[in-house]
C-alpha cells in the first residue's frame, strides 16, 4: 500500500487528510507548497521502551510538539489539531491514526520483534517516521553533549531490522526536504549533539523515515534561551519543511 493510499484509509475512518492539491503560503513569500489547508491533522510521539527498561525517555518536552503546532498554524496552512497525542508502538492499531509519527529520545531504544513488526507495517502502508536523537542531560548517559546513543542505535541496528530491504543515506544539501517551505542551504540547523546531518531511509524511491541527531526538538521547545538568537526561527521552520515533506511525497 503507498502514501496516498494509506492516507485515503485514514480519511475513511473519520478523519480528512490530506488534500494534495491544496497549498500552503509562506507570508511574505510567493512561494507556494502543496499542503493541506482544511482538515485538522493528529499529531502523535511515538511511545516506547529504552535502555533499562526506561518508560520515560519518549515523551519529554511535549509542549515543543505544542509549540511547533502553533508555528505551522501561524506560518503555514497546515493545520495541526493542538493535542499532543500518543502511539504506542506495542499497538499498531494507535500508530496506523497518524501519518506523521514523532520518535524522540536520548536512550537507545529497546524494541521487540512485534513491536519492529508494527513500525515496519507502519512504513509499509504509507506513514511516515521522523526520528531524532536529543540531548537531555539527566545523566542517564553521562553529562556528554555529545551523546548521540539514540542516533547510532537506531542507524546501526532499528531501522536495519524493521526495513531490510530500504537503505538509509546522508541526505544531500539539495534534497527537496531542505527547501519544502523554507530554504537551508546548508542542510539541517543543529541544536546539540553530535552533527551527522539529516538522514533518510528510503525503499522504491520513498523517504519512508527521517533521523536526525540534531536536536531541533529542543529548538522548538526552548531554542533562543539554550543555543541563541533565532534557534527557535531555525527549529520551527525546519520543523516545517520536515512535516510538509512528509506529507506531500506520493
Known sequence: MNRKAFLHMLAAGGASFLGRNALARIPGSDQTNPVSTSALLPWGRLRFRARDGDDKDWGVHPHGDLNLIDHLGANTTINLARKWNVADVASLPDMSAYPFLFMHAELPPVLNDAER??????????????????????????????????????????????????????????????????????????????????????????????????????GWTNGDRWFGPGATTRAMQMGANIYAFAMTQT
Open 117 to 218: 513488526a508494527n513500525l515496519r507495517e507502519y512504513l509499509l502502508r504509507g506513514g511516515f517516521l521522523f526520528a531524532e536523537d536529543c540531548v537531555i542531560g539527566q545523566g542517564n548517559l553521562g553529562q556528554n553533549r555529545l551523546n548521540d546513543f539514540f542516533f547510532r542505535h537506531m542507524a546501526e541496528t532499528e531501522l536495519r531490522r524493521i526495513l531490510p530491504e530500504a537503505r538509509l543515506e546522508l541526505l544531500p544539501k539539495d534534497h527537496p526536504v531542505f527547501h519544502s517551505i523554507f530554504d537551508f542551504r546548508n542542510g539541517i540547523p543543529h541544536m546539540q549533539g553530535t552533527p551527522h546531518g539529516l538522514h533518510g531511509l528510503i525503499l522504491n524511491g520513498r523517504v519512508v523515515a527521517l533521523l536526525s541527531p540534531s536536536d531541533i526538538h529542543c
